[in-house]
């Protein structure tokens, strides 16, 4: 990474257009061993390797977007499905082709990826709790509503990869004046909000039309929007310990969302301490 020169939204937008998203180290090394293992190899142990990485799934999507078919007709979400699609050869030769790893990426900003694999983490745990919670309500395309969560703040990952100094500034000031909101800063530091970024990058990589409804905080009306909004703010909010102020408003929202009580919600989420009676 070199001296970082500050670019508009719709410079960075291009940018990351024609860039290859780093993956997890942890990833590449799995992707690796499942190839040399024929028994083990299967779109399906793939799909899991993919969908434990915000980062490679969203390479996943996007590639798939850009080289789809005149005569495919559906849009896929599903991973996958994707990589059926693809075809295992083609996958490990040109969709894993020239990929680095975040680690590699970020080896002069150690800080930054301890933020970014921050990120990462919480996204995994709100997909996670958004896939729970599309089951318990019946959604039969509950893989739909796991990608949304895992991809919903996919550009504040990428901008810690590629633009770790003013993240890092963005964050200390933050730390420094915690009344300061995240849309001011990052138009001050940045130029724009992180959100905007979001919204160019998935219509400019085409994602398919249901992710993006699906990523929408705007119109949680909807039971899988609100799944999906719901569960990062969880992962967010409990980030910060499971005492954090919020949280009582997040298991209340989340009670009226499953129709259960605040009190169930709580004990659903929150972790037994070590050495508790169950």
Known sequence: ???YIKKS???????LTQEPL?????SLNKLAQLREDENALSALAVSRVVLGDPMLTAHVLR?????RSRHQQQEIIEVEQAIMMLGMEAFYVKVLSGLSSVEEHLLNHPEALSHLLGVLDRVQRAA????????RLNDRHYGEVYVAALLHDLAEAILWAFAPEPMMQIHDRQRQDKTLRSKEVQENVLGFPVRDLQRELVNRWRLPGLLVTLMEDERSNASRVRAVTLAINLARHSGNGWDDAALPDDYSDIGALLRMPVAEVRAMLVPKKVGTVP
């Open 1 to 3: 990474m070199g001296l």
């Open 9 to 15: 939204l719709s410079q960075w937008a291009v940018y």
């Open 22 to 26: 780093p993956v997890l180290q942890s």
């Open 63 to 67: 590639y798939l977007q850009q080289h």
């Open 128 to 135: 996670e709790y958004a896939r729970e919670w599309a089951i």
